[in-house]
């Protein structure tokens, strides 16, 4: 199958074109890609201008909204100030760590502080979440930090107060994070939210402390790009890893039958070395040894990890190329980009829908 017709159309045709690939268990969609870094606005600032997105929100997680906070199944006083826009159906977030510990340190300290996608929001498809948690638990991916949400939200004008903390116990918001980025090159997100309350509700609920840019525009909004975006959707992930066995085996544990490993014949993916294809919901997920081209250069200058991004675009390859150049985009091929404010390379699949 080409490239192109992996990354393209509705997300249920996305899922029967990946039927033959195999599947995370117990997981939907990879809707949330999320970078941490030491400098919130910074890097907030330069994802907006290489990708012409419209606005991030940016909210404070701390006390008292954020509680029963864990880091490694002890009390720990973790908190952190986050961005979020949309970018098409995957939510693109931006984390600084501010107190206690976290994995989102964790992470920094191991790039000495330089920014990256340190984890990945996973859909629950058909599984609670406390049999979520036992399946990572039985494969080694315990969660290393949890904690609880319950803050004050706003829909237009209406007034969502927080709940009272003896209901919050039970029914605020629970998320968590395992620590997999030695196994799986990529830490993993999960959450439950209260009934009848989806991630983009919650989100969209969440009262911000302040917009970015803050151009006064009396109504912001992260939800909808603008026409002028040449980017629309992002629909696949690039994991490159100097061991393919080791990190397809770690995946292995998630699936429903063994992650095979096949040789890259350079249609899906630039350059040469062993890949593996993973179904994440409609998301295909790519494991890639690169031994040679620019995969193998983002290798060696940034280390292991999520490094490419597949973005859909509502233009044909010449427009969307001139579209992304004006934004400060270099290709060193004709499909693949890179921009210096933002930690990944961008693997381009031209002409989707909007």
């Known amino acids: 199958m080409s490239s192109h017709g992996l990354f393209s159309h509705s997300h249920r045709q996305r899922r029967e074109q990946l039927a033959d690939r195999p599947r995370l268990v117990g997981f939907g969609d990879i809707t949330q890609l999320s970078v941490i870094t030491r400098d919130l606005e910074g890097t907030t600032a330069g994802l907006a201008r290489a990708l012409g997105v419209g606005h991030f929100k940016i909210a404070s997680l701390d006390e008292p909204a954020l509680f029963n906070r864990t880091y490694r199944s002890e009390p720990s006083p973790w908190s952190a100030r986050a961005a979020i826009t949309w970018v098409g159906q995957t939510q693109l977030e931006v984390i600084q760590p501010v107190g206690g510990r976290s994995v989102f340190d964790d992470f920094l300290r191991r790039r000495a502080d330089r920014h990256g996608v340190q984890h990945v929001y996973l859909e629950l498809d058909g599984a609670s979440y406390e049999a979520t948690l036992d399946r990572l638990s039985d494969a080694g991916y315990p969660l290393a930090q949890h904690a609880q949400m319950n803050a004050a939200g706003k829909l237009g004008i209406l007034p969502m ?194």
Not at 174 to 195: H, I, M, N, W
Not at 200 to 223: T, V
């Open 161 to 354: 107060p927080a709940l009272p903390r003896c209901m919050a116990e039970k029914h605020a918001t629970r998320f968590g994070y395992t620590s997999t980025c030695e196994p799986l090159k990529v830490d993993l997100e999960v959450a439950q939210f209260p009934p009848g309350v989806s991630q983009r509700l919650a989100l969209r609920a969440m009262i911000p402390e302040r917009w970015m840019p803050d151009d006064g525009a009396s109504r912001p909004d992260f939800e909808t790009l603008p026409k002028s975006a040449p980017v629309i959707d992002l629909d696949g992930l690039v994991v490159v890893a100097r061991d393919i066995e080791q990190v397809a085996a770690a995946y292995g544990k998630l699936t429903d039958r063994p992650v095979q490993i096949e040789a890259n014949d350079g249609e899906l993916l630039p350059g040469s070395g062993p890949i593996a294809q993973i179904a994440a919901g409609s998301l295909l997920l790519v494991l890639a040894q690169p031994t040679g081209g620019p995969l193998a250069a983002r290798l060696s200058e940034h280390g292991e990890g999520i490094q490419v991004v597949r973005a859909r675009t509502g233009a044909g390859l010449a427009e969307a190329r001139e579209a992304l150049s004006a934004l400060g985009w270099s290709f060193s091929l004709p499909n693949l980009a890179d921009h210096p404010d933002v930690p990944f390379a961008l693997w381009i699949s031209p002409r989707g829908p909007r």
